[in-house]
Each structure stands twice: as C-alpha cells, then as structure tokens.
C-alpha cells in the first residue's frame, strides 16, 4: 500500500506537477516586502472592483439592488483567476528562461514539462483565492451582494472552482506554447488574453448583451458556464434572473463546463506539444534575449 | 543495451536559418556538419575548439535540447529525438559561464528540487547533496540562499547539480569558465574523480583551454567550423607532431611585417605570432631542426632581435594550427 501510495507519486507527470506547485508556491509566497503582498494581493482587486462599482452606480443611478450587480461583482471576482492562472502557467516559461536560467535543466529532466507548467500555474491560486476572498467579502460587506453561507452550494461551488481552475490551466498551456516560440518578452500574453476574453465570456454582463454575430465565442468559452456555475452556488436564484443561461440545469452546465474543457484541454495538449517541438526545431528552448 | 556506446552520432548536422536585419533574407548558417563521433563508456571525451566552432550546438543536440537538421545521435544507445524520454533521465548537462538557480530558494532546496525532478527518494538525495558539496568544498553553504552566492560558487551548485542525479552521461558546456584557478583546478580534480570512480560514467565536456583538454580528457575532438577534423588521445594526436620541431622565438615587438616571409621558408609548417607588452612570440613548427639556420638567417636579414629561443614538445594547440594553418586565438580574433 504505502508502495503503490509511492510509486505513483514518483509517476513523471505527478512529480513534476507536484514539484512546480512546490516551486509556484515558494515563488509566489516569497513576499520579502509584506507591504507589496498587501498591494497586490488587497488593494488592487478591490481598486479595480470598486472601479466597476463605481460605474455601475453612475449608470443605473445607484441601483445596487438589482440582480444585475451581484450579477457583475460576482463575475468580476472570479474572474481575476483566469489572469492569475493563464499567466501562473505561461511566465513560467519566461521565468525559468530569461530569469532563473534554469528552463534548459528542467527540459532536459525526465520532467513531464506540461505538467510542471500547470503545476506553476496551479500554486497561483491560492495567492488569487485571497484576492477573489477579499473582493467578495467587501461586496457582502458593503455592498449587501446577496450571499448568505447557509446558502451556498458547497459542494457545487466546489466542483465548479476545481474543474474551472484546470480548465484555465489548459488554456495558459497554449500561452505557454506561443511564448516557447517567441524571441522576446511576452509575459503580458497571459493578462492580454484574459482581458480579451473579459468580454465574451460573461463576466461582467450576460452573453445577450454582445452583439448576435459575437455571442457565439461566448457560448463556445467554458469560462463562461464556469461564472455561470459559481453565480449560481453562490447566489442561486439571483443568477436565474438572465435569459442567457436560464434554461440549463445545474447538471447541464456542470456537464457543457466539463465537456468544453476535455475539448479545451485535448486542443491545448496538441498546440503545446507542437509550439514545443518547433521551439526545439529552432533551437529556442534555452534562449536568452538579455533584457 | 548495456553494450551500446555512451555517444554515437552519424552524420550529425545542424543548420540555422538567420535573418539578416537589413537584407531582409534568410541565410543559412552551418553551425555543425557531418560529426561522426562515437564515446564509449567510462571515457572523459573532450571538445576543444574556438568560438563559434559549434561545441555548445553539438552538446545541445545531445541534451535533446535542439533538433539536428541531418544524422542521427544517440546517447545510452536511445536516440535522441525519436528516445527522448529515455535519453533524459540517464543524462544531465551543466553549462559553465552562467549563474542559473532559483536565487529565493537555498542551496539544498535548490538541488532537492531538482533530484526531485528524477524521482530521487528525498533521504538519497540529501544525502548525495551533502557528500558533493563536500567534495566541493560547499558544505558551510547548504542553507545559503542561492542569491546569496558568488557566481563561482553557483557554478558550483550547478555543477552539483549535474552530478547529483548520478546520470550515465554527464555534458559539461565549458565547466571552469569564469571560475579562478584554485576553483578550476578543484573542479577538474572532481570530474575526474568522478569518472574513474566508476566505468560505466561518462563525461562530454567542451573547452576552450587546450591544457584542460590535454591534461583532463581521455579522447579529444578538435573541432573548428562546424567540423569535427581530428579525434584520438592527446598524446596520439600530439604524436602526428612528434617528429616535427617545434621552437618558440621571443623577439622585440614586431609590426606583423617579415611573418609572411618567414612562413614562406622551405621547411617552415606554420608560424604563430602573438604579441606581447615587450616582447613578441613567434612559434615555428620546422620540418626538420636544420630549417632553424635558416629562419634566423631571414631573421638577421629582417633586422629582427633574437631575445629567446626554446625548443619543446608539441601541444594540441601545436595540433591545431596544424590542422587549421592558424591558432585559436587567430581563429577567434578573425570571426570578430
Ligand atoms: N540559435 C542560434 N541561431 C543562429 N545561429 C546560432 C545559434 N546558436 C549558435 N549559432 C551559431 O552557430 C555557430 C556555432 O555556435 P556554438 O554556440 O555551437 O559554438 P561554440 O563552439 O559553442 O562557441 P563558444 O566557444 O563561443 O561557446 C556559431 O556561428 C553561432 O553563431
Ligand atoms: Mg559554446
């Protein structure tokens, strides 16, 4: 038993994972400076948040109320994991390249580099849970953003944040790849393409809004069931209010969200694996672009 | 298996397409070209060659860390690019002249990391930390913070790192640059220990230090321009020179003028000319002892001071210049 138990922690995909969580974490909470933890990690979630607070106050002249704003505050909240974790798994490769120098050891161990590179990306979340804890606490605080413990769904909420979480980590993987092949920095590829797809995946308003010819990325995005879901444990019936997702059953989207991300994920795994070999073909696995 | 060589590459080539920024096109640079090399196991096989002569090019193809463009290579008998996943665990690879590591994590965190990385139980792994950075002289180092380390003392994290594993094959890009002498000398002495310990080790480094080569490496390669010209033992590669003469002339410093006379005497192989703050060095490598009157005749006749001579033995960077007709430091002086 404690032999199997070993073994399969020595697997080469789950070492490497393991390992990269070890490493994330040790990177991500080596705050020498508490003060610039505290800014990152407090002040500026609830700036931005309070931003779109401020907005939403201005427009619908301070109707915060309406199942429209848990609607948006909620969205936003979550949504700063799909920044943490596509750019957790795709500086990774900048990291370890340009900064440690360390890219070319660990390609050439027996390391299942994918792996490794979600496990980098993985130990963001803890530092973004704070964050995402943070923002959501000040909105029930302050804001009466409807949520009541007794009345979240737990284990829904649960299923939904860890499929999610892997679903995003897939999605850096190609980041991950493009940035293999590209010759200087591009570390703001994670944060650009989370603000691209800010838009499309229902974060801040329901897909009905998006003209009709766009709403189709939003139906194809499993970040957008992922929102769905977590609205949905969080605040229940507040969710409902939308036409958008309303017809599907919590099974229903739990399943699409599953559905998109093996999608997601196999499409990954194969755009990952040939950035991979092209950066090999090419000889840019241990460049150093000296910035 | 067990009878395969540590390395074998058969026509091994790579090509680099470049972008010429103001031309605009694509040229092609040939950084290695049909290495044909096989190292067997328990040999310290060396690389020797000058800047740009596609040593780090050859170690990368290798460490499955490049793609060739022609031939094949194998290492362990797995091939390297069809075999990487099993190449990987049985190599490990240091390159000198950087400091690579996580500056936030200690040295002992650093190296478990990556013993970690090889599925190395934890208890093994501490335990060859310690005896190397030991051997290393590192050991009041283990909870220093990496960042902490002076870049000769990273390399020699590094280069523990590179042995921790206990890998089949070790390829070592240039393992003392940047280090002192002291430093260099300790790391020498540790390769070669390490590979005479045990004969199934074996080690690929790449120099630029001819005494390295000569006095470190079982087998040499010399290599220049992508190609591999010669490769044996350092005394058999020396031996090919054996019967020639070799004498180093100091001389007062010279302005270049009269060297291509001298090369020009019948019964003169080649000259190197080095300069110096006071003095010059011109090293001949004669046909035959007689050829000497006659180069000091031409010298006399140039007005040149003759302010020492010695005859000695040859050395593989005699056995360069042979091969090239130039020395690697003219070699290297020439690519800038
Ligand atoms: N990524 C690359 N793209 C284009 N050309 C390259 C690349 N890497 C190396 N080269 C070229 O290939 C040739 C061989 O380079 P390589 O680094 O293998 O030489 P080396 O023997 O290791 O030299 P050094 O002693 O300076 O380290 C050089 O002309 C170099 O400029
Ligand atoms: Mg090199």
Known sequence: ?291 | MTLASAIETQDLGRVYKIRDAKKKERQELVALREANLRVERGELFGLLGPNGAGKTTLIKILTTLLAPTAGWARVAGFDVMREQARVRPLINMVSGGESSGYGLLTVRENLWMFAQFYGIPSAQANQRIKELLEIVKMSDRLNTKSSDLSTGLRQKMNIVRGFMTDPHVVFLDEPTLGLDVGASRDVRAFIRRWVTEDRARTVLLTTHYMVEADELCDRVAIINQGRVLACDTPANLKRRLQRDAIFRIETDRLNGAGIETLRALPGVRSVVHRSGDARDTLEFVLARDEVLGAVINAMEARQIRLLHLDKREPTLEDVFVDLVGRSMAEVEGDAK
């Open chain 1, 1 to 291: 038993m404690v032999n199997l138990k070993s073994e399969i922690l020595n697997l080469k995909s789950l070492r490497s994972f393991r390992m990269a969580t070890w490493l994330g974490w040790q990177i991500e909470s080596n705050w020498t400076d508490p003060f610039l933890f505290a800014v990152y990690s407090i002040v500026k979630p609830l700036a931005s948040a309070l931003i779109l607070v401020v907005m939403y106050g201005v427009i619908t002249s301070g109707d915060f109320n309406a199942p429209l704003f848990s609607f948006i505050f909620i969205g936003n909240a979550f949504y700063q994991y799909v920044g943490a974790v596509m750019t957790g798994v795709s500086w990774s490769v900048i990291d370890d390249r340009e900064h440690y120098r360390t890219l070319k050891y660990i390609y050439t161990a027996p390391v299942d580099y994918m792996a490794y590179l979600i496990g980098r990306g993985i130990a963001r979340v803890l530092t973004g849970s704070f964050s995402v804890f943070i923002t959501i606490s000040a909105g029930v605080l302050f804001l009466q953003v409807p949520v009541q413990l007794g009345a979240i769904d737990a284990p829904l909420f649960l299923a939904a944040l860890a499929i999610g979480i892997v679903m995003l980590a897939m999605m850096g993987l190609v980041l991950a790849g493009i940035i293999l092949l590209i010759a200087h920095h591009a570390g703001y590829l994670g944060d650009a393409t989370a603000g691209a797809l800010y838009l499309f995946s229902g974060a801040i308003f329901p897909l009905d809004v998006l003209p009709e010819f766009l709403r189709p990325i939003g139906y194809l995005m499993p970040i957008t069931y992922w929102l769905e879901l977590l609205r949905r444990s969080l605040v229940g019936s507040v969710a409902q209010a939308f036409p958008t997702l309303a017809p599907f059953s919590n099974a229903q989207l739990l399943a699409i969200l599953i559905g998109l991300t093996l999608l997601f994920g196999a499409l990954s795994f194969f755009a990952f694996r040939w950035c991979d070999r092209r950066a090999r073909e090419r000889g840019l696995i241990d460049m150093v672009t000296n910035h």
